[in-house]
């Protein structure tokens, strides 16, 4: 790469390298057969590239980017090593996807987001008659893409903001991993989010769950168990529908997560040893839909009937409905409940953090309910001091 006035221009070694053997440096890997003579090359038109620009200068002409790839492939003979890349972006996103799965690691369900996300481009490429080359994912692409989600399929600003994640993703990796463009206009595009609702059991309505009679129905108390169990222990429905008796370690649960890669160690506790024993030779299996649509079942034979206000974004335009709490029980609401359960009990936010695995303080914060009822207790001890006379 050759840069001059803050542009740079990539010129070619005539070397065939697949892309897991290059180093971020621009070297090839020691792993790779012949990675020695390789590197020297590299090096040697970089000696190359820089004679080139100090003779320019000798000669008091500007080296700008042209000039010197001109000189570069006069000297090896324009194109007899070049490399044709497509400039079509979404020529290279299924490699993008496999680099993440392979290389990355990524979970199965953000390996679908991210070809979810590849189809919606190709609808907006198709709706507006255009083809998505690098050089043309600039910020005039940005505000069209934002107007085509909002406006034509009504997406909300979270959605919007998750479509954004992965294009930034992918020219990431087509910029710094692939090298295939220098264009970072990329780099200024904003993540459009909407504050998430969070929605969570409190110690009562947990407590009537955890104790209702649903002998007349095994199915729902399958159910009811599974979801108290991720209630209890702050497992996601993704590890708890996995869960083995092989997991379940004396008086902890130990489990490999299936979406961070992490160790989850967690004691056993009133609720979860309970329930854990209730199961001595296999859990339930049910998917997650399933799951969902009996919790509402459940939630309705609880008399959970309060009504809450929910806000949506349609096009990017705020709506409020009211539901009651049953309709929004599902399974990832006990995770949410564990998390902000833990607190209130007066559980340290780092142990918490270290039962659920999370890595970061953000991404933490967005699975705690802060109760009024809470803010009210911890302000009337921090405020009620007034020593009246």
């Avoid at 609808?123 to 998505?132: A, D, I, Q, S, Y």
């Avoid at 998750?162 to 595009?189: D, E, P, R």
């Avoid at 996995?242 to 008086?251: E, G, V």
Wanted: with cysteine; proline share 3%; glycine share 4%.
């Amino acid at each position: 790469m050759y840069t001059h006035h803050q542009k740079s221009i990539l010129m070619s070694v005539g070397q065939m390298i697949s892309p897991e053997h290059w180093e971020d440096a621009g070297m090839v890997k020691r792993p790779m057969r012949g990675y020695s003579n390789i590197n020297a090359l590299i090096e040697k038109r970089k000696r190359v590239i820089d004679d080139i620009r100090i003779e320019l200068q000798l000669a008091d002409v500007d080296p700008t980017i042209q000039r010197v790839k001109e000189a570069y492939q006069k000297k090896y003979k324009k194109g007899a090593y070049a490399v044709k890349v497509s400039q079509y972006a979404l020529d290279h996103w299924d490699a993008f996807v496999a680099y993440q799965v392979n290389i990355k690691k990524i979970a199965d369900g953000t390996a679908r987001q991210y070809r979810a996300a590849k189809s919606r481009i190709e609808l907006f490429e198709k709706e507006n008659n255009v083809k998505l080359t690098f050089d043309s994912i600039t910020t005039n692409f940005y505000d069209s893409f934002l107007y085509y989600m909002y406006s034509v399929r009504g997406c909300s600003p979270n959605s919007v903001g998750n479509q954004i994640k992965y294009m930034k993703a992918f020219m990431t990796w087509a910029v710094n991993k692939m090298k295939y463009t220098l264009n970072v206009a990329y780099k200024s595009f904003t993540k459009p989010r909407n504050p998430t609702q969070i929605f969570t059991l409190t110690k009562e309505q947990l407590d009537v769950l955890f104790f209702l009679d649903l002998s007349f129905d095994l199915r729902l108390a399958r159910v009811r168990d599974m979801f108290c169990l991720c209630c209890t222990t702050g497992l996601r429905y993704s590890d708890v529908v996995r869960l083995d008796r092989a997991n379940i370690k004396s008086d902890h649960i130990i489990i490999n997560t299936k979406k961070t890669n992490d160790t989850a160690i967690i004691p056993l506790n009133d609720y979860s040893k309970i329930i854990v024993d209730k199961y001595p030779v296999k859990f339930p299996k049910i998917s997650n839909q399933k799951m969902n649509d009996y919790l509402k079942q459940i939630g309705m034979l609880a008399n959970f009937e309060e009504e809450h206000e929910v806000i949506t974004f349609r096009a990017g335009v705020k709506e409020v409905t009211k539901k009651p709490f049953f309709e929004l029980l599902t399974m990832h609401m006990g995770r949410r409940t564990f998390i902000t359960q833990s607190l209130e009990r007066g559980m340290m936010p780092s142990t918490v953090m270290k039962l659920s695995t999370h890595r970061d303080l953000k991404s933490f914060n967005l699975y705690i309910n802060t109760t009024k009822g809470r803010i009210k207790h911890e302000v009337d001890q921090a405020w009620t001091t007034l020593d009246k006379k």
